[in-house]
């Protein structure tokens, strides 16, 4: 009887371990792939600026075995775009979160003025998001908000290039643009 016990328990420790590290290790398995138009700006082509934002914004992630992700929407020919989203997909399993303040310290790196910061509900998506109101060093006075997103299958940034936008504003674009841009099941 001791012996079966014994089995019983052993089984269940075994059982319990396998499902905590299989459930510690899933995440959202993701693919990218952004809507042709966002807020009336339509989806710019790769560009050379595209992909050096990508590699700025992205070079000090240490993202092992992920997809990273830019798009830029605006008018074509124009100078400033009017949203820019940059990010990447993988496995994130250990993101906390601190990840969503790394835009933030970037824009300290390159003397950019935050203006202020702000924890903001990240939606059905989960996860979490931080969004910044800064005034950039390329422009006149001009403010921007960035808010970026983490959770266990994504990191990312949305830049809206708008005056004005209050808190849920800016928080409420980003979440509509990661929803349009993330997907879990086959894009269609």
């Not at 590699?55 to 830019?70: H, K, R």
């Not at 935050?114 to 998001?129: F, I, K, M, Q, R």
């Amino acid at each position: 009887m001791s012996l079966t016990a014994a089995l019983v328990v052993i089984a269940a420790v075994t059982a319990a371990g396998v499902w905590s590290d299989s459930r510690y290790r899933s995440y959202p398995h993701y693919t990218a792939s952004p809507p042709a138009v966002f807020r009336g700006a339509q989806l710019l082509p790769d560009t050379p600026a595209g992909a050096s934002l990508s590699n700025a914004m992205t070079a000090g992630w240490d993202i092992g075995d992920t997809e990273p992700f830019t798009y830029i929407y605006g008018t074509p020919g124009r100078a400033r775009p009017e949203a820019m989203v940059f990010g990447a997909i993988g496995d994130f399993h250990d993101t906390s979160p601190d990840a969503v303040g790394f835009f933030e310290q970037g824009l300290r790196g390159i003397t950019s003025t935050a203006v202020t910061a702000w924890n903001a509900d990240p939606g059905d998506d989960g996860g979490w998001l931080r969004c910044v109101a800064y005034t950039p060093v390329v422009d006149s006075g001009a403010r921007q908000v960035a808010c970026s997103w983490a959770d266990k299958g994504s990191v990312g940034t949305v830049i809206v290039n708008e005056e004005g936008l209050d808190h849920e504003s800016a928080a409420g674009l980003t979440r509509a643009l990661r929803h349009a841009i993330l997907h879990t099941g086959p894009v269609v």
